[in-house]
């Protein structure tokens, strides 16, 4: 258990030292104006350091106010880091509270004659919340509640409508809060400033300098991924070098994605998964140094967005161990005249050999004619150094097959439509464009804008892809991953017949290794 884990469990329940139910009832049975109260506590946002001090010092608070009152506090109710604003968010301990209030005890047995909270608005802030709290305080007569106000006469007649105001006025301060916060992050948006809350991964805690170390690791992560590398493999790689967020916690799979895919990386700002733009259209450039070139986040988005589904999520499948498995199919004629052309599989080779993996023909009863065998490294290398010299005669001309986008002048002439329809309907003498006129032909404008938008995206990743393809590709293969090779493999071969080199114990052949080539 965690240490702010350990401080909310000792701030929920019965608090250490109380005495027992008997003991309780044996007190109040002597002391019939002692009153037995629980308290609540809640906050929102437990803070950057997540130790739980915010509901600690309300119970403190509430603890002394009791004190001074000759209260016995018999339970203490706890929710921390939950909003009580949004319908989404259930808090625990507030429902058990209302369920213990209509049963008129505590999950132990102590009797409730009172509540206890620094403020009306840790309890409630929705209308509903506060008639639900109502009704199971008022359940039992003769209970008495405290907050920051001072001792609060529930029963008393339109306090129930004086609670609402309470409530209606709590909430629109929420809301115009929100609006102003959101207010405020667009504003610093537009200005091109950092508003992350926690320093992001790649950056150090001005936001704004690279921390060579981690930007390094995205650089590489970026080229990886659009090279054919997963999420996974990045993710591994990250949790071996010893990486870990900026909240101090290892590398998850979604957590690396959301860095990958953040337009922070090339120096944008968005909101919401959407570009924050100019007046003119162009997208925003931050304060802070970015760590890679806008055409390689269009290309790596792209790239994890197709997987999945285009969620992005992990699709599981096979992960093979050896180079060529499934890329060898077996090239013996059998006695029918037909080529067997089984997917050959990749073994482990006799501990005697000085190689350490084979290929092999499956055996009969697994559909194979088992004929064909060939030794691992060299097929390996053979089948490589074709690869290699495919993608670099491929590499150059790759990136020049890739026109310029040819739809620019359509999108500005979509933006301009925009601008030209919105400065007439703001003009008051132009008589022609009316509300109904306006948001007919809006909606219209706004799906061709964003179409020709996600056709510039992937324009713009289809040639940042093909420039990433003209690196040194002998150079970058050899730091690619084992499921990256097969990738690039596959993308220019679609098969490699392998000729059985008959019987006997044969020199290795590679003319007896056919690469069947795609036609593209």
């Not at 505590?106 to 639900?132: C, F, K, Q």
């Not at 690396?256 to 337009?263: D, E, F, G, H, T």
């Not at 690619?480 to 000729?499: G, N």
């Amino acid at each position: 258990m965690g240490k702010r884990e350990e401080v909310i469990s000792k701030l929920r329940g019965v608090p250490e030292g109380l005495p027992s139910v008997e003991e309780v009832r044996a007190m109040l049975a002597a002391d019939p104006n002692l009153k037995c109260v629980v308290c609540y506590a809640r906050i929102s946002f437990d803070g950057r350091v997540k130790d739980a001090h915010g509901i600690e010092d309300q119970h403190r608070d509430m603890t002394e106010a009791a004190r001074r009152f000759g209260w016995l506090v018999v339970y203490r109710y706890t929710d921390n880091d939950k909003s009580a604003s949004k319908e989404s968010v259930v808090r625990d301990d507030f429902e058990q509270l209302l369920a213990d209030l209509t049963t008129g005890t505590t999950p132990e047995g102590y009797p409730i004659h009172g509540v206890m909270a620094v403020n009306d608005d840790r309890l409630y802030r929705r209308p509903s919340d506060w008639e639900r709290y109502l009704k199971a305080f008022t359940s039992h007569e003769g209970r008495v509640y405290h907050d920051s106000n001072g001792i609060q006469d529930l029963y008393a007649e339109g306090f129930e409508i004086k609670g609402l105001v309470g409530v209606a006025m709590s909430l629109s301060e929420t809301r115009k809060k929100q609006r102003r916060s959101r207010n405020s992050h667009r504003s610093r948006a537009i200005r091109g400033q950092s508003v992350s809350a926690w320093r992001p991964f790649g950056w150090e805690d001005d936001k704004v300098t690279l921390r060579p170390k981690e930007a390094d690791a995205i650089r590489k992560a970026v080229h990886d991924v659009i090279a054919g590398a997963s999420i996974s493999e990045i993710t591994r790689q990250w949790k071996e070098a010893g990486y870990l967020t900026s909240r101090g916690n290892p590398f998850q799979y979604q957590t690396v994605k959301q860095v990958l895919m953040n337009a922070r990386l090339c120096g944008y700002r968005e909101i919401k998964g959407e570009l924050v733009r100019d007046g003119d259209d162009q997208p925003i450039v931050g304060e802070w140094e970015p760590i890679i070139t806008p055409k390689q986040w269009f290309a790596v988005t792209a790239k994890i967005r197709e997987r999945g589904g285009g969620t992005g999520m992990p699709r599981g499948g096979l992960v093979h161990k050896y180079l060529l498995t499934g890329i060898l199919r077996c090239g013996n004629v059998l006695e029918d005249g037909t080529v067997c052309n089984n997917k050959m599989i990749g073994i482990k080779a006799n501990d005697w050999l000085k190689y350490e993996h084979a290929y092999m023909c499956k055996k009969t009863v697994d559909g194979g004619c088992n004929k064909t065998y060939k030794r691992g490294d060299k097929t390996d290398e053979v089948i490589e150094e074709l690869v290699i010299a495919k993608l670099e005669s491929d590499a150059a001309t790759k990136a020049q097959e890739v026109p310029d986008w040819d739809k620019a002048e359509a999108l500005e002439r979509a933006l301009k439509s925009r601008r030209e329809l919105e400065r007439r309907w703001h003009d008051d003498e132009d008589t022609d464009i009316d509300d109904e006129t306006f948001f007919r032909n809006l909606p219209v404008l706004e799906r061709r804008i964003k179409e020709l938008r996600a056709d510039q995206k992937a324009h713009e990743a289809l040639k940042a892809e093909a420039e990433e393809a003209t690196g040194d590709i002998r150079k970058s293969w050899k730091s690619k991953t084992l499921t990256q090779k097969r990738e690039a493999i596959k993308k220019v071969l679609s098969a490699v017949i392998a000729v059985p080199g008959g019987k006997g114990n044969k020199t290795f052949d590679p003319d007896l290794l056919k690469p069947v080539w795609r036609t593209s």
